[in-house]
Nanobody
Framework: QVQLVESGGGLVQAGGSLRLSCVAS????????IGWFRRAPGKDREFVAA??????????VYGDSVKGRFTASRDNAKNTAYLQMNSLEPEDTAAYYC??????????????WGQGTQVTVSS
């Protein structure tokens, strides 16, 4: 049973930074595609970032609203994924979720989800 636990959320002023972590247990993180999503109150879930593969080379994909500000990474030795968020804006306020997918299709489904961590950006 794969379990994901996010942490690192909190309250930050606009222009600030946060780093979210996602620790996986029950399996090896390196076997999976990693995705980050967010959901703001009253809005649909939004894709934020993903790390997949092209062959054996990691491939990063970002949502348009976070390109250039957010960076996804992974540390397979620690079984942990990260989302570095810089230049945060009030519009980034949301619950953030990490997820794992078993295929390398960047638009494929995600089979495992964390419980989420809240990020609040004040203006």
């Amino acid at each position: 049973q794969v379990q994901l636990v996010e942490s690192g959320g909190g309250l930050v002023q606009a222009g600030g930074s946060l780093r979210l972590s996602c620790v996986a247990s029950g399996s090896t993180l390196g076997w999976f595609r990693i995705g980050w999503f967010r959901r703001a109150p009253g809005k649909d879930r939004e894709f934020v970032a993903a790390i997949t593969w092209r062959g054996t080379t990691p491939h990063h994909v970002y949502g348009d609203s976070v390109k250039g500000r957010f960076t996804a990474s992974r540390d397979n030795a620690k079984n942990t994924a990260y989302l570095q968020m810089n230049s945060l804006e009030p519009e980034d306020t949301a619950a953030y979720y990490c997820a794992l997918g078993v295929t390398d299709d960047p638009e494929g489904p995600y089979e495992y989800w964390g419980q989420g961590t809240q990020v609040t950006v004040s203006s």
